[in-house]
């Protein structure tokens, strides 16, 4: 088989779709100070800390069509943040300065994957690094609510929306419905240049909540630059180069309500050739739309497109190729009493054949998480393993250039997912479950299989034809309890289970793994934080 083959299939796989680890993080970036300024006209110095330490387990099943399986062994990992912020609020006249630095400490440190493969289920370097270190400075007026202009600089945390391309994961210090089954990992990083301005601020325009954002990134980490085999303390791409510039316009439309959009350029150049060019848009918001003393209901959502050209896995036909990629979530967040509520609609786009010249998967970023099993474990297995074969020297002579980037990373793509989940509160413990269904519109193609077996027509990690678009189904189920331990911190302690049962789109993984599809897997976590949720966002 020739090289040029497997290129070809390279680039359909190719993911560009965490991007925007640039995008204006509003959530956390100097335009929130202003908009839910602290009026206090002392000068603060804060110490605020969380933990995570989990273990989790998974019922072992065929990655690939050798039917190699994957590990029963638990994974014992603990995620810890300590976090320093200095803050004048209102001590300077017509000023503010603040000064933060993160320090995060993560790894799995038993039980890692056994199996061979890139970007793997499981895979968390064991280390410290820093994740914010920045100064900033704004201006306007002796109320920092009103201040009209801004700058930041430094090492920041990049989140947008609901986290689709820009995700921190610092989402495990949340404690409300949103962390149901989510298990985030240290996330996107920038060196970043910032400026940011509420030019009606402190008017009575009805534009007054409007906020712009300009800034240029260096990335300093994100889920589109490969892997840093060794990530030291901070842990930048040397090897791997990523410049953007972002643009983004916010809109609070109350303290609670926001609505916004940011467009962001990338320049991303590979040590020893290969580039990425491409531009995303991305609109998000979240809105109340029904609040009562006996109920409330939110509307959040986020719609990303990304367009662009990639020179990454040439082929001679096809040396440049063209970056067409979408995604959609509408969530609705209902609460009811003790009863809560969350229903996410998604789409992710896929790509409907390698014999053309475009790039169409669209991969989230992994710390955006349905459902426990299905796309974390199995297709994030599945794809995982694809490079064993597509690189086998045996059939195509010597390596090809990129393999690693056909692996999802257990991200969210090519599919279209349903998944709502419902709890309720007894006392302290919360009791919780979800329904996850996922539909393969375009089928998740192994590229040696499909070239080799198929002939160009799409087969799986299975050598086997799609049997429907039916991904897989994941019933869910979880159980926590919230313990009070003062000085405004908290302690949960939670265990969460699924069973995931593969669909057609899947066809010939109950076969490869001797006689059953069906995967289980459970976690326990015990979660100290003190960070409050941000009501929305």
């Known amino acids: 088989m020739s090289r040029p083959l497997y290129r070809r299939a390279l680039a359909v796989a190719l993911s560009l ?7 204006s993080a509003v959530e956390a970036s100097a335009v929130d100070a202003p908009a839910a300024a602290t009026r206090n006209a002392a000068m603060t110095f804060e110490v605020s800390a969380g933990a995570r330490a989990s273990a989790e387990r998974t019922s072992s099943f065929a990655a690939d ?33 603040e000064v933060v630095a993160t320090v995060d400490s993560q790894g799995i440190w038993s039980g890692a994957p056994t199996l061979a493969g890139d970007r793997r289920p499981g895979d ?19 109320d920092e609510a009103n201040h009209k202009v801004g700058i930041r600089f430094g090492l920041q945390r990049s989140q947008w ?61 994100d889920d589109v630059l490969s892997p840093i085999a060794d990530p030291g303390f901070l842990a930048v791409h040397d090897t791997e180069v990523a410049w953007q510039g972002i643009f983004a316009a916010r809109m609070m439309l109350s303290k609670t309500d926001s609505a916004g959009v940011y467009y962001v350029y990338r320049d991303q150049k590979q040590e020893g050739g290969g580039d990425i060019r491409v531009h995303a848009i991305d609109g998000t918001f979240d809105i109340g739309v029904a609040q009562s003393d006996a109920m409330s209901l939110r509307l959040s959502g986020e719609a990303v497109g990304l367009f662009g050209k990639t020179t990454l896995a040439p082929t001679p036909e096809f040396p440049e190729h063209d970056i067409g990629q979408f995604a959609a979530v509408v969530r609705a967040h209902l609460v009811m009493g003790k009863l809560s509520g969350l229903f996410d609609i998604g789409y992710f786009s896929g790509d409907a054949t390698a014999d053309d010249a475009s790039v169409n998967n669209f991969k989230a ?22 490079r064993g074969t597509a690189s086998d020297p045996d059939v195509v002579g010597y390596p090809n250039q990129d393999l690693d980037r056909l692996s999802t990373g257990g991200s969210l793509s090519s599919a279209l997912t349903f998944f709502p989940r419902v709890g309720g509160n007894l006392g302290p413990v919360e009791v919780y479950g979800g329904l996850l269904l996922a539909l393969a519109p375009q089928p998740i193609q192994d590229p040696f299989h499909t070239r080799t077996i198929g002939g160009g027509g799409a087969r799986n990690a299975y050598a086997q034809s799609p049997d429907g678009m039916l991904l897989g189904t994941e019933i869910d189920g979880g159980v926590r309890a919230r313990f009070g331990i003062g000085g405004g911190m908290l302690l949960l302690a939670g265990v969460e289970y699924g069973v995931a049962l593969p669909g057609g789109a899947l066809a010939g993984m109950e076969a490869a793994s001797g006689g059953s599809a069906t995967v289980h897997g459970g976690r326990v976590m015990l979660t100290l934080t003190g960070a409050p949720n941000k009501g929305g966002k």
């Not at 370097?125 to 201006?139: D, V």
């Not at 990083?189 to 008017?203: C, K, N």
């Not at 299905?374 to 694809?386: D, H, P």
């Open 365 to 386: 970023d992994p710390n955006f998480q349905q459902g426990i099993l299905l796309f974390r474990r199995i297709v994030g297995w599945q794809t995982a393993r694809m």
């Open 161 to 221: 929306g609901l986290g689709l391309l820009a995700n921190d994961g610092r989402a495990y210090l949340e404690s409300d419905a949103r962390s149901w089954f989510a298990l985030p990992w240290v996330g996107d990083r920038v060196l970043r240049a910032q400026v940011w301005a509420r030019p009606l601020a402190g008017t009575s325009s009805p534009l007054r909540g409007l906020i712009l954002t300009a800034a240029v990134d260096r990335v300093a980490s």
């Open 124 to 142: 968390v370097s064991g280390t410290a690094m820093l994740t914010e270190a920045w100064a900033g400075l704004s201006l306007g007026g002796a």
């Open 65 to 97: 069509n050798d039917g190699s399986a994957t590990s029963t062994d638990p994974e014992i990992g603990s995620r810890i943040t300590l976090s320093l912020r200095a803050d004048t609020h209102d001590s300077l006249s017509g000023m503010r300065a």
């Open 17 to 23: 779709s965490a991007l925007p680890a640039a995008a």
